[in-house]
């Protein structure tokens, strides 16, 4: 616990580590520098001074410190201090600016140590009983120094990159979740409009007859009740299983999506709600998706549902047919009433919701008057289409 104490006050206090290591090396050629220039000592210890100090600062002013570091050894050789091992501090700071900055930035100040180095040394190589070899090593050593710096650049860089990918990854994945969300709300808002405007349509018609027929015609009364009720329950599990779908951590039903197998039944239902409708179905029936199934069902349900509300008291006739063919299946439901009129019955949400369903699935849909009287929708879908 102490350790990652220590650790996590280094790691706000960097600059503590670059003052110790600026220590060490001063401490270390103190002595030396003393015993190298004994009657010059003072100069020797600013010459040290000047090459330790600066350090400290390099996170902050990386150029300005390396080059003060080298200024200083240049003054050195002209004051005649010779070389001391607190030169090694011209390596740290080359690798320090070529940690920070791209190639074209530290690569200069790589070739001004190489040279400082030759200046430096190559005079000097029976004075400090040196070997051109000798010499080529000082000189590996600023390269190393420059490599090592461009190489954790480099790496750091790559880090960097990656870390950014990700969290553009991540933004990406949460626009996309978002997207997905709201097209799931726009798909379960379609499923609840076209449940509550058939069901409820049918359940209101049927109860007003139910209720004028009650002391004629207990019989049929009782009929529409029953309707009413399976209806009702039909239109509350399709709800239910709407619900379940939008509670978090809840498993929704299991039961089947309406499709095709269950159009006779809602033709049944709007016949007894007092719709004439008749229902033909040619050609082979292909192998329908259970998405587009259902799209098929709700096509007709809310042609039927629109037929029920807008065509009027001058209705006698509602045609529903479906014709498979060779790669695609067509809806069509016509009707003999007015039709729906310009206004925001003409382009209402049930309309919109047919149509993004159609499209969704690669097909196209025509709605509007008939030339004759009526009205019309026409959904052609492909089979086989994706999503």
């Known amino acids: 616990m102490r350790r990652r104490a220590n650790a996590s006050w280094l790691r706000e206090r960097p600059w503590v580590v670059d003052l110790v290591v ?67 501090m011209v390596a740290f700071a080359l690798y320090n600016v070529a940690v920070r900055f791209p190639w074209t930035a530290s690569l200069p100040a790589a070739g001004a140590v ?20 000798d010499l080529g090593l000082l000189v590996l050593v600023a390269v190393w120094a420059w490599t090592w710096g461009t190489t954790v650049r480099i790496r750091r ?36 409009h076209d449940i509550v405007s058939h069901s409820l349509s049918v359940v209101v018609l049927m109860a007003e007859g139910a209720a004028l027929k009650v002391r004629s015609e207990p019989e049929r009364a009782e009929q529409a009740m029953f309707t009413v009720r399976d209806t009702g329950r039909t239109a509350l599990a399709e709800m239910r299983r709407m619900l379940d779908v ?72 509602v045609d529903v047919a479906l014709r498979h063919r060779e790669g695609e299946i067509e809806v069509r439901i016509t009707d003999d009433g007015h039709g729906v009129r310009d206004g925001p019955a003409a382009d209402g949400h049930g309309l919109v919701g047919m149509r993004e369903r159609v499209a969704a699935y690669g097909g196209t849909l025509r709605t509007g008057s008939r030339a004759d009287q009526g009205f019309e929708v026409v959904a052609v879908l492909p089979v086989g289409g994706a999503e």
């Open 114 to 133: 190489v040279l400082w180095s030759l200046v430096a040394v190559a005079p000097r190589l029976e004075e400090y009983d040196l070997s051109v070899f």
């Open 246 to 317: 939008l509670r978090d951590g809840e498993p929704g039903s299991h039961a089947p999506q309406p499709g095709i197998a269950q159009l006779d039944r809602l033709v049944e239902e709007s016949r007894a709600a007092g719709l004439p409708v008749r229902m033909t179905v040619s050609g082979e029936p292909g192998d329908l998706s259970e998405g587009l199934d259902l799209v098929v069902y709700r096509v007709v349900q809310e042609a039927l549902t629109n037929a029920r509300k807008h065509a009027g008291p001058r209705l006698r006739r």
């Open 157 to 192: 860089d790559h880090v960097a990159g990656l870390r950014e990918r990700a969290l553009q990854l991540e933004r990406e994945r949460e626009a996309q979740a978002m997207i997905a969300a709201a097209a799931e709300r726009a798909r379960i808002a379609r499923e609840i």
């Open 22 to 88: 600026a220590l060490a090396v001063f401490g270390y050629n103190l002595p030396i520098q003393v015993a190298y220039v004994p009657d010059g000592s003072p100069i020797g210890v600013a010459v040290s001074a000047g090459l330790c100090a600066p350090y400290v600062l390099r996170r902050k002013q990386p150029f300005a410190v390396f080059g003060i570091i080298l200024l200083t050894a240049c003054v050195q050789l002209v004051l005649g201090v010779g070389i001391l091992p607190a030169n090694i």
